[in-house]
C-alpha cells in the first residue's frame, strides 16, 4: 500500500535515495562537483546543509571537486567585491571543516581557462526560451540588486553546466533551488552526445537530507542580510547573534516549524548541533522559555564548533600554505579541463 507521504516524495528525492546506497557500494564510480559563490562568509546554514555533506563524500573515498565560483559573483552585482579575502575565507573554511586537499580537489574558475572554453559550443546546446524559463534564474532577477539584466544571468547555468561536464562530473550535491540548473546540465550533457558523440555523463543531483535552518530573524538565512551565523565566528559573537533572535510570546518551547518557525529553527541548530532529535530538545528545554532555548542553543553551537574554528585559527596563521592548496587544486582541474576540452574540439571536428 502507499501512503501519502510516499505519495509527496518527488522523483529528485527518491532518486537521492537510491544514489545513497550505490555510494555506500562502490563510491569510486562516482566523481562529485559542487561548489560555493565566493561573495561572503560560509555560516552554520551550509555547514548543515551541505559543507559536511562534503567532506561525508570525501571519506567515503569519492573523488571530490570543490569549486570557488568566481565568475558566478557578477550574476547580480556589477563588480565582485573583495573577492581575494572572500576566496581565502572559504578556504579557512573548507581546512577547517576537513577537506582534505589530498582527496578534494579544490579550484577556482578563473584559474581554468580551459573550463571557461566549453561555455561556448554548450551554448550553443540550448534555446533562449530555455534559458528564460529558469525558475530559479527568474527568482534572482526578481531579487537582484542591479537594474538592469545581464546576459550572465541567463546563460550562467551554462556556464555551471561547463562547471560540472569539464571534470565528467556524475554526482552534483545540491539544494532545491540548484535542481533547474542541473536539469540545464543533463540537457547539454545529452545534446552533445547526440550531436557529436558520447563524450560526457548525464549528472545527478544528490538533495541534501538535512532540514532547513533559518536565519536569526527567522527568514531565509543568508550570507548578505546578516541574519547568519559564520563558521568562523568567535564564541562571544556566536552568543550575542543568538540573543537577538526572533522567538514568540509561548514561554512553552516546542518544536513546530510550521507554526513557530523561529523557535523551533533554534531548537533544530542544537538538535543538528548534539546530534539529538529536535522533538526531544524541545521537550527538555520546555518551560525555561526563549532564555532557557538560547541558552542551549549558544552552548551546543559554541561547543560544536569549538574544534573547527581551532582549526580555522591554526590555516589562518599559515596563508602561505592555504594559497598552495588553491594553486595545487587549479593545477589539477587544468589538466582535467585541457583534456576535456581536446576531446570536444575533436568530437567537434574542430582544426587544431
Ligand atoms: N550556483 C551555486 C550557488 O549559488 C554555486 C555553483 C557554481 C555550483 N557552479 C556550481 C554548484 C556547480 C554546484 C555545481 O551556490
Not at 105 to 131: G, K
Not at 171 to 184: A, F, K, R, S
Request: a negative charge; hydrophobic letters at 40%.
Amino acid at each position: 500500500m502507499t501512503t501519502t507521504a510516499e505519495l509527496s516524495v518527488s522523483p529528485a528525492v527518491r532518486r537521492s535515495a537510491e544514489l545513497e546506497q550505490q555510494l555506500a557500494l562502490d563510491p569510486g564510480r562516482f566523481r562529485v562537483l559542487t561548489g560555493d559563490r565566493p561573495t561572503g562568509a560560509l555560516h552554520l546554514g551550509h555547514y548543515f546543509g551541505t559543507l559536511h555533506n562534503r567532506v561525508r563524500l570525501q571519506d567515503l573515498g569519492v573523488d571530490v571537486f570543490v569549486l570557488i565560483a568566481d565568475y558566478q559573483v557578477l550574476t547580480d552585482r556589477d563588480v565582485a567585491e573583495r573577492l581575494t579575502e572572500h576566496v581565502e575565507g572559504l578556504l579557512l573554511d573548507y581546512l577547517a571543516i576537513g577537506i582534505d586537499p589530498a582527496r578534494t580537489t579544490v579550484f577556482n574558475h578563473s584559474a581554468v581557462p580551459a573550463l571557461n572554453q566549453l561555455l561556448l559550443p554548450f551554448l550553443s546546446l540550448v534555446s533562449v526560451a530555455e534559458l528564460g524559463r529558469n525558475p530559479t534564474v527568474k527568482d534572482e532577477i526578481a531579487h537582484s540588486r542591479q537594474s538592469a539584466v545581464s546576459g550572465l544571468m541567463y546563460t550562467y547555468p551554462v556556464h555551471q553546466a561547463a562547471d560540472i561536464l569539464f571534470c565528467k562530473g556524475n554526482l552534483v550535491p545540491v539544494g532545491q533551488d540548484q535542481l533547474p540548473h542541473l536539469e540545464i546540465t543533463r540537457t547539454v550533457a545529452r545534446r552533445f552526445n547526440e550531436r557529436y558523440g558520447d563524450v560526457f555523463p548525464e549528472p545527478d543531483a544528490l538533495l541534501s537530507a538535512a532540514p532547513l535552518l533559518l536565519g536569526t530573524d527567522a527568514t531565509k538565512m543568508s550570507k548578505s542580510r546578516g541574519n547568519s551565523i559564520a563558521l568562523g565566528a568567535d564564541a562571544d559573537e556566536t552568543a550575542r547573534l543568538i540573543k537577538g533572535a526572533t522567538t514568540d510570546a509561548d514561554r512553552h518551547i516546542t518544536y513546530d516549524p510550521e507554526l513557530r518557525p523561529g523557535v523551533s529553527s533554534l531548537v533544530l541548530l542544537a538538535a543538528l548541533c548534539l546530534g539529538r532529535d529536535p522533538h526531544e530538545v524541545a521537550e527538555e528545554i520546555g518551560g525555561s522559555g526563549a532564555a532557557g532555548l538560547k541558552r542551549t542553543v549558544t552552548e551546543a553551537v559554541n561547543a560544536a564548533m569549538a574544534p573547527i574554528r581551532a582549526r580555522r585559527a591554526e590555516y589562518a596563521q599559515d596563508m602561505g600554505y592555504v594559497r598552495d592548496v588553491l594553486r595545487a587544486g587549479n593545477e589539477r582541474a587544468n589538466a582535467v579541463a585541457e583534456a576535456t576540452l581536446t576531446e570536444v574540439r575533436e568530437a567537434m571536428g574542430m582544426f587544431s
